[in-house]
């Protein structure tokens, strides 16, 4: 079991590298929400499916997980004064992917939850958000 667990996360590990390399932290928030409709016209001139449930195509997850999540962390930690922690962005991943992912009581599963969320608003789907 904790070989599969490790296979998966180095893929993912690799992601963590590209995002790592963006840093918006310096960028005004103004800058920061021109970006992100920038991102957004990008995955919309794509045109992918609007349906909730039909997963986006790896392809084109690839291309936008590194900047779309530097934007959130950088939003997250000027807005709220947090850090974003590897093991957060790790769950988002996964979520991406459709996984169920469980983390512990205060590891901040909403914070992993709004990676996935802008993800599905730039290409224009509904988003719900439950923890438990």
Known sequence: MSRMIETNLK??????????SLDYHEKMSSELLERADQLRQMVRVINLPTEPFRPIPDRILRQIIPEAFALVRAVVQQEFGWTVFES???????????RIVELDTGEGKTLAAVFVAFIQSLAGRGVHVLTF
């Open 88 to 98: 957060q962005m790790l769950a988002a991943l996964a979520m991406l992917e459709g």
């Open 11 to 20: 893929r993912y590990k690799r992601l963590l590298a590209s995002i790592e």
